[in-house]
């Protein structure tokens, strides 16, 4: 088992540890697509946070389906809840919010981890498509984007028709072509910010 201490993660920048926990966590088989596909495997295994602060792997974890992620029993205790009630998971190289109910939300990765919370929205990928949704997991702006930044004064930078250039050797990859504009948050374009 894989296990980074809460003192560890509190002490050093977090950003730059995530990189790192994932790179070693991809030589224990957390790489995505390696797990069985959805539906023939009855659980699978699981990355979190739990309450002392430490990330760890854990066996038969959740169970994905069509309706969401379903955490095994004694797993929803576990988690490290945040103040808006929600804790941050990896399950088969998706990550996901899950609250204190146990239903989840399938977010973008972002930096080498879930997508932060921005002016009260993340962003989430539906059927190929950027939407906002807000920590109770509900849509707060559709998803109609091909891409959409997090929210930055009370609008994001969105765009239609973009695809995905070549990664760098940082591990960078760009968002490049289409129609790129500004959203409030309400979903209405808005003229660019100065």
């Not at 029993?73 to 990896?90: C, E, T």
């Not at 239903?103 to 921005?118: E, K, R, Y």
Request: glycine share 12%; charged share 25%.
């Amino acid at each position: 088992m894989f296990c980074l201490s809460g003192a560890i993660l509190r002490r050093y920048p977090i950003r730059l540890l995530h990189g790192f926990c994932l790179s070693a966590l991809c030589l224990v088989g957390a790489v995505p697509g390696t797990a069985a596909p959805v539906g023939t495997d009855p659980a699978q295994s699981c990355n979190y946070f739990d309450r002392k602060g430490d990330w760890r792997i854990y066996r038969d974890c959740v169970r994905p389906d069509a309706t969401g992620l379903h955490l095994a029993k004694g797993h929803l205790r576990r988690l490290d809840f945040d103040k808006r009630g929600v804790a941050s998971l990896l399950a088969n190289g998706q990550y996901y919010y899950v609250d204190r109910s146990g239903a989840s939300l399938a977010v973008i990765s972002h930096d080498n981890w879930a997508d932060d919370f921005a002016e009260g929205l993340v962003r989430a990928r539906v059927d190929g498509k950027i939407g906002y949704f807000g920590p109770d997991f509900r849509q707060a702006i559709a998803t109609t984007y091909d891409w959409g930044w997090p929210f930055r004064n009370g609008i994001a930078r969105v765009c239609n028709g973009c695809y995905r250039g070549v990664t760098d050797s940082h591990g960078h990859t760009p968002m490049t072509g289409g129609r790129w504009f500004h959203i409030d948050r309400k979903g209405n374009e808005v003229a660019e910010p100065e």
